[in-house]
């Protein structure tokens, strides 16, 4: 049960400085409750198995059988736990949701069952998987001596090492209600969740609240490494990811709006964009993806995924792409700028739609805490598009032409590489 899931609903009160944000505004009939606790640190496969023993015996077993895998997640930074349905059952999601704090206590059998389908899920979700297996990699040579550089799920090895005095060790540290952040979403008052908590027996998560946040990065000394997965069977692809340190550093929300903007102005045929350079004045590739995003305040990552048109070798694309990258690093004309701008307005939503307003601060709010960031106010983010300007995307750019580390995976068999 990896990675986050998709959340859709509404807007409403919360309060940043207590560990309950309420998410109120639509009116589909639906209301979600999300708690999630920061996995102190450790990002290795403990918290993977932890979640999986807390989750399974208390909860899956009495919901329907589709969400035994769908209603708790592992991160890199935290471990969550959510239930949805009409909001006169809200008192009842609470109630099962709580048994995540009660210390683990299961026949050790069933631990070592959970333990086997973690293997199969490494199997489902690694093997026979040159991009998973490549991500993996490359993330443990980028984010070298940092804790997101472990494994979420972990090696075959590794799993089969997990034992449940360790699982109940790590719950007992991480699962109590200090440490715990709750998100409640739907159509529902202030009063009624404080009712609900209270019917249900919901432990207090203020009365000793401890701050929480993602634990500290530091970028490893500039290195490129390159990866091989020659899979005879795999189209063939490559992916260039590079992490660097920016000068200066930069509001993590307002950041993200950079990155998100530069990301759109590389991802044109515009002057200062790589389209035109890799795939419309010269055919280099037949596609490629590119995403920018930050670490933290001080750090961005950028990811390069692309298929070489026919008959260009990985070494060409590489050397092209590069070139490319470095030109568009001297700085993007205004005028690329100011047009990309006008359409990354939908980076945002319309902010005279109460109910799309609504469903991207559920989704902004859930992904914060999702990785220990407290969430700001709607007032706050309405300001930021108004704070980014064309100097901010070109400090961007010269950023990821600056030294770094460089991870450069080859997916497939090319006969020319």
């Given at each position: 049960?990896?990675?986050?899931l998709?959340?859709?609903?509404?807007?409403?009160?919360?309060?940043?400085?207590?560990?309950?944000?309420?998410?109120?505004?639509?009116?589909?009939?639906s209301?979600?409750?999300?708690?999630?606790?920061?996995?102190?640190?450790?990002?290795?496969?403990?918290?993977?198995?932890?979640?999986?023993?807390?989750?399974?015996?208390?909860?899956?077993?009495?919901?329907?059988?589709?969400?035994?895998?769908?209603?708790?997640w592992?991160?890199?930074?935290?471990v969550g736990?959510?239930?949805?349905?009409?909001?006169?059952?809200?008192?009842?999601?609470?109630?099962?949701?709580?048994?995540?704090f009660?210390p683990?206590?299961?026949?050790?059998?069933?631990?070592?069952?959970?333990?086997?389908?973690?293997?199969?899920?490494?199997?489902?979700?690694?093997?026979?998987?040159?991009?998973?297996?490549?991500?993996?990699?490359?993330?443990?040579?980028?984010?070298?001596?940092?804790?997101?550089?472990?494994?979420?799920?972990?090696?075959?090895?590794?799993?089969k090492?997990?034992?449940?005095?360790?699982?109940?060790?790590?719950?007992?540290?991480?699962?109590?209600?200090?440490?715990a952040?709750?998100?409640?979403?739907g159509d529902?008052?202030e009063?009624?969740?404080?009712?609900?908590?209270?019917?249900?027996?919901?432990?207090d998560?203020?009365?000793?609240?401890?701050?929480?946040?993602?634990?500290?990065?530091?970028?490893?000394?500039?290195?490129?490494r390159?990866?091989?997965?020659?899979?005879?069977?795999?189209?063939?692809r490559?992916?260039?990811?590079?992490?660097?340190?920016?000068?200066?550093?930069?509001?993590?929300?307002?950041?993200?709006a950079?990155?998100?903007?530069?990301?759109?102005?590389?991802?044109?045929n515009?002057?200062?964009?790589?389209?035109?350079?890799?795939?419309?004045d010269?055919?280099?590739?037949?596609?490629?993806?590119?995403?920018?995003a930050?670490?933290?305040?001080?750090?961005?990552?950028?990811?390069?995924?692309?298929?070489?048109?026919?008959?260009?070798g990985?070494?060409?694309?590489?050397?092209?792409?590069?070139?490319?990258?470095?030109?568009?690093?001297?700085?993007?004309?205004?005028?690329?700028?100011?047009r990309?701008?006008?359409?990354?307005?939908g980076?945002?939503?319309?902010?005279?739609?109460?109910?799309?307003?609504?469903?991207w601060?559920?989704?902004?709010?859930?992904?914060?805490?999702s990785?220990?960031?407290?969430?700001?106010?709607?007032?706050?983010i309405?300001?930021?598009?108004?704070?980014?300007?064309?100097?901010?995307?070109?400090?961007?750019?010269?950023?990821?032409?600056?030294?770094?580390r460089?991870a450069?995976?080859?997916?497939?068999?090319y006969?020319n590489?």
């Amino acid at each position: 049960m990896l990675g986050l899931l998709s959340f859709i609903v509404w807007y409403g009160f919360y309060d940043c400085r207590s560990s309950i944000l309420s998410v109120l505004v639509s009116r589909d009939g639906s209301t979600s409750a999300h708690v999630v606790f920061s996995s102190g640190n450790r990002s290795t496969p403990i918290a993977h198995y932890t979640e999986h023993l807390a989750w399974r015996p208390n909860i899956g077993k009495n919901s329907r059988p589709e969400d035994r895998d769908s209603n708790a997640w592992t991160n890199d930074y935290a471990v969550g736990y959510w239930l949805s349905g009409p909001p006169e059952d809200l008192p009842d999601m609470l109630r099962r949701l709580k048994v995540v704090f009660d210390p683990i206590d299961l026949p050790k059998e069933f631990a070592e069952t959970e333990r086997d389908i973690i293997l199969r899920e490494y199997d489902w979700r690694m093997a026979n998987n040159p991009d998973a297996q490549a991500a993996e990699d490359m993330e443990a040579f980028l984010y070298d001596g940092n804790p997101i550089a472990a494994s979420v799920i972990g090696t075959p090895d590794q799993i089969k090492a997990l034992t449940y005095d360790d699982a109940k060790a790590f719950h007992a540290e991480t699962h109590r209600p200090e440490r715990a952040r709750l998100v409640v979403s739907g159509d529902v008052t202030e009063r009624q969740l404080a009712k609900a908590m209270e019917e249900a027996g919901f432990p207090d998560l203020d009365a000793n609240r401890e701050d929480i946040a993602p634990p500290p990065f530091t970028l490893a000394a500039p290195e490129v490494r390159t990866f091989r997965y020659p899979d005879p069977n795999a189209a063939l692809r490559m992916t260039w990811r590079k992490v660097v340190t920016l000068p200066e550093p930069v509001d993590f929300d307002l950041l993200e709006a950079q990155t998100a903007l530069a990301r759109d102005i590389l991802d044109t045929n515009l002057p200062g964009g790589l389209a035109g350079p890799l795939r419309f004045d010269v055919f280099v590739t037949k596609s490629f993806r590119i995403s920018i995003a930050p670490i933290n305040e001080t750090h961005i990552e950028f990811v390069f995924s692309a298929e070489p048109d026919t008959g260009i070798g990985f070494a060409v694309m590489q050397s092209a792409f590069e070139a490319a990258l470095a030109a568009s690093a001297e700085g993007v004309p205004i005028r690329t700028h100011d047009r990309v701008g006008d359409r990354f307005k939908g980076f945002w939503p319309d902010w005279s739609d109460d109910e799309e307003t609504a469903r991207w601060m559920v989704d902004y709010t859930l992904s914060r805490v999702s990785v220990l960031r407290e969430p700001k106010s709607e007032r706050q983010i309405r300001k930021i598009h108004a704070q980014i300007d064309a100097s901010d995307i070109n400090t961007i750019l010269a950023g990821l032409a600056g030294p770094g580390r460089t991870a450069i995976a080859f997916i497939g068999t090319y006969p020319n590489p």
